[in-house]
């Protein structure tokens, strides 16, 4: 085991906060059982308290501890896409508690597919410890990170003595994780992700719920991972704009190309750093072309639709 591995395990069963990469994005990490550590992350994050937090544990033995209640259908989406970027409102255990769940009688679980991620959560589980409560590593509202460089700009000056940020490249995948709602016999997709709506029909052969009921999650709120500059979506972009667009789009003279992805998959890996990219440089417009059709580009338009949404 990796010494570095260690001692974030250590800062964690200590109290303190552990940035580390998933393959989605980076998290912002504290012992999902301490209240004490847990509001360090809201306090970090300047993230009202209501909102609840997703428990990373390293395996589905562990995550069925923080449940209740198993749906059916639950072990065929467990093995079909954990560890990976799918999270599951489970009816909770006595082990969830209010602080992590801001109060509602579920909790989000997920397994994610990132080699230190999963390290850093084996370690911490053999010290004891039951999950590590962790929401995307940026202050509330804003982009989600994908690089270490990037929760160091967005958290590091928020961030106390003992907390640390563990490196892992960049997050292959780029968007946050699917949320399913695993509460009722049929499931319900509350937040679109890199695992899709076919794919989870077609491996629980269920038909999705639409309804969302009286859940809350915060990635649902009209405005959210925003960047400074303004973002418009689908227009003709002018010199001066930043321009976010598959390659197949060509930049007009004046324009800043801040990603030119060749298909969904790059787009949605790419997509945050190319935000984070116009805020540098300093742009004050952004214009970003939606890609077409469902799966991935469906979780992108999301994104680049609540990114650009203003009051
Ligand atoms: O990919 C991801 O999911 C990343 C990485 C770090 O795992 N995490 C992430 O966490 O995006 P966060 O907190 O930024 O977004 C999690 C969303 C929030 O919108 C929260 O409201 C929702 O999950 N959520 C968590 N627990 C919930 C619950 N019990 N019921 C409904 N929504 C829940
Ligand atoms: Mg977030």
């Not at 907390?163 to 780029?174: A, C, N, R, T, W």
């Not at 709506?197 to 649902?220: C, F, H, P, W, Y």
């Not at 800043?256 to 540098?280: G, I």
Request: charged share 20%; net charge negative.
């Amino acid at each position: 085991m990796n010494n570095e591995i260690t001692a974030a395990a250590k800062a964690l069963a200590n109290g303190n906060l552990v940035a580390f990469p998933t393959e989605t994005v980076y998290g912002l990490g504290a012992d999902a059982t301490d209240p004490e550590a847990v509001a360090k992350i809201y306090s970090t994050k300047g993230r009202p308290a209501n909102h609840p937090l997703i428990v990373h544990v390293s395996s589905l033995e562990k995550a069925m501890e923080w449940a209740s209640y198993q749906p059916e259908y639950l072990a065929k989406l467990a093995s079909a896409f954990w560890p990976g970027p799918m999270t599951l409102i489970l009816k909770r255990s006595n082990l969830a508690g209010d602080f992590v769940t801001g109060s509602q009688d579920t909790v989000g679980v997920r397994i994610p597919n990132h080699p230190i991620a999963l390290e850093l959560l084996a370690a911490f589980e053999a010290m004891g410890g039951m999950g590590v409560a962790a929401p995307s590593a940026n202050r509330f509202g804003k982009v989600s990170p994908t690089t270490a460089e990037a929760v160091e700009r967005e958290l590091g000056a928020y961030i106390g003595d003992g907390d640390l940020i563990l490196s892992g490249g960049q997050s292959e995948v780029g968007i946050e994780s699917t949320i399913i709602d695993c509460t009722s016999d049929q499931p319900a997709i509350l937040r679109l992700g890199a695992v899709t709506a076919a794919q989870v029909e077609s491996v629980t052969s269920l038909k999705l719920k639409s309804d969302q009921g009286e859940i809350r999650v915060s990635g649902s709120l009209k405005s959210h991972y925003a960047p400074n500059a303004k973002l418009v979506l689908n227009q003709n972009p002018e010199p001066g704009d930043g321009l976010i667009a598959l390659d197949s789009v060509a930049t007009p003279a004046g324009v800043t190309r801040l990603a030119a992805p060749k298909d969904a998959s790059e787009f949605a890996r790419d997509l945050y750093a190319a935000l984070r990219k116009a805020d540098d440089l300093g742009l004050t417009r952004i214009v970003a072309v939606t890609p077409e059709g469902d799966g991935l580009a469906e979780a992108i338009a999301d994104r680049l639709a609540r990114a650009s949404y203003r009051n």
